[in-house]
């Protein structure tokens, strides 16, 4: 293993906490930045967010969540994919408080910006 290797779990693990600390922050042009310009993001409930433009839009607007902290219970990462398991408390745009777990799969570039994430929420569907 080369050492650009061996440093790539850090700095991207660094680069995800750093993505919720941003989110949490409502720091939309600091978290966008985070992101590749081609970046697709998936969430349940929403059509794929792409590029800057798409997470822009969901981030300034369609996000149904008005603020809130996310809790990282666990992070793994492998190569350029980190898998993050944790809890969101906040409050939605309607006044409604909300408890829930989460997981997200972010894939990360060369430069360890982001070039998917996924997130997924424990809730009752079936």
Same mark, same amino acid.
């Given at each position: 293993?080369?050492?650009?290797?061996?440093?790539?779990?850090?700095?991207?693990?660094?680069?995800?906490?750093?993505?919720?600390?941003?989110?949490?922050?409502?720091?939309?042009?600091?978290?966008?930045?985070?992101?590749?310009?081609?970046?697709?993001?998936?969430?349940?409930?929403?059509?794929?967010?792409?590029?800057? $433009?798409?997470?822009?839009?969901?981030?300034?607007? +369609?996000? =149904?969540? #008005?603020? @809130? !902290?996310?809790?990282?219970?666990?992070?793994?990462?492998?190569? $350029?994919?980190?898998?993050?398991?944790?809890?969101? +408390?906040? =409050?939605? #745009?309607? @006044? !409604?408080?909300?408890?829930?777990?989460?997981?997200?799969?972010?894939?990360?570039?060369?430069?360890?910006?982001?070039?998917?994430?996924?997130?997924?929420?424990?809730?009752?569907?079936?």
């Amino acid at each position: 293993m080369t050492d650009s290797g061996a440093a790539a779990p850090g700095a991207g693990v660094s680069r995800v906490q750093e993505y919720y600390r941003l989110v949490d922050a409502d720091d939309v042009p600091g978290l966008i930045a985070l992101f590749t310009e081609d970046a697709v993001y998936r969430r349940p409930g929403y059509e794929p967010m792409r590029g800057h $433009d798409g997470l822009r839009a969901f981030y300034s607007g +369609e996000r =149904v969540i #008005k603020s @809130g !902290r996310h809790t990282v219970t666990t992070v793994v990462a492998d190569g $350029d994919r980190i898998a993050v398991n944790g809890t969101f +408390e906040g =409050v939605l #745009k309607d @006044g !409604r408080e909300v408890s829930l777990e989460f997981a997200d799969f972010f894939v990360l570039d060369g430069e360890h910006r982001f070039t998917r994430r996924d997130t997924y929420f424990f809730a009752p569907l079936v």
